[in-house]
């Protein structure tokens, strides 16, 4: 698939993607959904991967209303870099150790939702141009928000994948 490079293309690709991973989710059985992944990772079941999704939508969703009032914000929170960002997913990871597989599914739906009507706030030039915010550094807008839906959503499809195939082979 190629890399969405407008507004409608971003859109159509995130929510593409999203459906995808809800499908994948609902031909899973209610064992298989709730099961611990059998293969040695970060993440341990779906619902880690669900509240993974969750939470790098917050940062997209958090960075991005700030900046647009004016409120300069990096994309990652303090004391998190592009170098120790893997240490911030395990805080993430930690944080939702105790929440439910349920709340974790309606959290992503909700977050999803708005930031697509976040991006739909944008228009192609905003999103598309290189450097045409100056919090967005030396990429785009759209570079982030294609990260945090369609890739981001086409790596948990991956994790799933293997959670199904190593499961269904015990």
């Known amino acids: 698939m190629a890399r969405p490079a407008t507004k409608q293309e971003l859109i159509i690709t995130g929510n593409g993607q999203f459906q995808k991973l809800w499908q994948q989710i609902n031909f899973m059985s209610g064992e298989e959904q709730n099961a611990v992944f059998l293969f040695d990772d970060r993440d341990k079941s779906v619902r880690d ?93 759209g570079s982030y928000c294609v990260s945090a839906t369609s890739s981001h959503y086409d790596w948990a499809m991956k994790k799933i994948k293997n959670h199904i195939k190593t499961y269904r082979a015990k």
């Open 49 to 141: 991967v669900l509240v993974h999704l969750y939470e790098w939508h917050q940062l997209l969703l958090n960075w991005a209303t700030a900046n647009r009032k004016g409120d300069a914000k990096p994309f990652l929170p303090a004391p998190y870099n592009w170098r120790t960002y893997p240490e911030m997913n395990v805080e993430f990871w930690k944080k939702h150790q105790d929440t439910p597989y349920d709340t974790s599914k309606a959290m992503l739906v909700e977050s999803h939702a708005k930031v697509m009507a976040l991006i739909e706030t944008f228009s192609d030039e905003e999103l598309f141009t290189k450097k045409h915010f100056a919090w967005t550094g030396t990429s785009s807008l």
